[in-house]
């Protein structure tokens, strides 16, 4: 029988993974923006400041470049860093350690040892804050080299994707989802799990169309779902769960069920990541291509800078009727 803690919300299940991987292994260590200053960046989990604060938790100044920067030294040097930086956006701050250090440096001269870090930031569109503060960048650093990228949805995925990405040997962009922080909590297993970064998650089991989505697109994709099955369209929602390494083959599964295939995400539509998906699917399966009832779309946001304006936000990213308007078209 499972033992299940507390219930937890998204933020807390992060900081809970984080707290248990620093008992677990002592090369773990944390540096950032008021991480413990401000307590709560990490959920505030239990005793988890008091406990590491100040020696492996540590508050850095406002200094992306060379928080992330430390990172790799520290990787490089035996430790098992996580480095805050406080939202995607602020990624470009750091954009040539994360792609030209990170990504290509061990490739670049032959270093074939480990370099265990994880790049730790939220992203996500709902409060209306901006386009530094808001936008979804993960297409960015799918093109960069060696770099694996996290995006969970639920309280249960984040904790089990953020043990398994401080254990794993090459960097990892775990990118969180900002609205869900302190949305909804879930029952997490007290006992040790990890999620294999590269598995897909059927959110929702369906017939009539396959919605592929991510992180604070997953609740959006779903609510739609439920009020499209007051129509009898039965959709199946699949969470990626991570971009890089993809779980295609799960996608494609679910596509050749439902015969029709949507992609949706907050960031832009050009050059995002359901384009990169999209071809995936027909360099793998070009028959199952051939064979959808319909052809692949996608729903993302508009190609603009996201305002400080939460009315005029969500007129530019993809909402609930946004998805039910195009799955009713595909149908």
Not at 204 to 218: F, H, K, L, P, Q
Not at 323 to 330: G, N, Y
Request: hydrophobic letters at 45%; charged letters at 20%; proline letters at 6%.
């Amino acid at each position: 029988m499972v033992e299940y803690a507390q219930t937890l919300n998204y933020v807390s299940a992060i900081g809970t993974a984080i707290m248990e991987e620093m008992r677990r292994d002592e090369r773990v260590v944390a540096w950032g923006q008021d991480l413990v200053s401000m307590r709560g960046t990490f959920g505030d989990a239990p005793g988890m400041i008091d406990e590491f604060g100040g020696d492996r938790i540590i508050d850095t100044p406002i200094i992306e470049q060379a928080i992330a920067q430390m990172a790799v030294g520290a990787a490089l040097a035996g430790s098992r860093p996580i480095a805050y930086i406080a939202t995607a956006g602020f990624l470009s701050v750091c954009f040539d350690t994360l792609f030209m250090k990170m990504g290509a440096m061990r490739q670049e001269f032959s270093y074939k040892g480990p370099m265990p870090l994880v790049i730790f930031c939220r992203a996500g569109v709902g409060g209306g804050f901006g386009a530094d503060h808001c936008t979804s960048t993960e297409a960015l650093f799918m093109h960069t080299p060696g770099l694996k990228i996290v995006m969970p949805s639920t309280p249960y995925d984040a904790k089990g994707l953020m043990k398994a990405a401080i254990r794993d040997d090459d960097p990892v962009l775990f990118i969180a989802s900002g609205p869900l922080y302190f949305g909804t909590k879930q029952f997490v297993p007290v006992e040790d799990y990890i999620i294999p970064l590269g598995q897909a998650d059927i959110k929702r089991e369906g017939t009539d169309i396959t919605i592929v989505a991510w992180s604070g697109m997953i609740p959006k994709a779903l609510n739609a779902a439920e009020i499209l099955s007051k129509d009898n369209i039965n959709a199946e929602v699949v969470d990626l769960r991570t971009i890089v390494p993809m779980d295609i083959e799960a996608v494609v599964k679910s596509a050749k069920k439902t015969g029709r295939l949507l992609i949706a995400h907050d960031a832009m539509k050009r050059g995002g990541a359901a384009a990169e998906i999209a071809m995936k699917i027909n360099e793998v399966a070009p028959d199952v291509v051939a064979n959808l009832k319909t052809p692949i779309r996608r729903l993302a946001a508009k190609n603009l800078g996201l305002p400080r304006n939460r009315e005029l936000e969500a007129e530019l990213v993809p909402q609930i009727p946004d998805v039910i308007q195009i799955v009713k078209e595909m149908v």
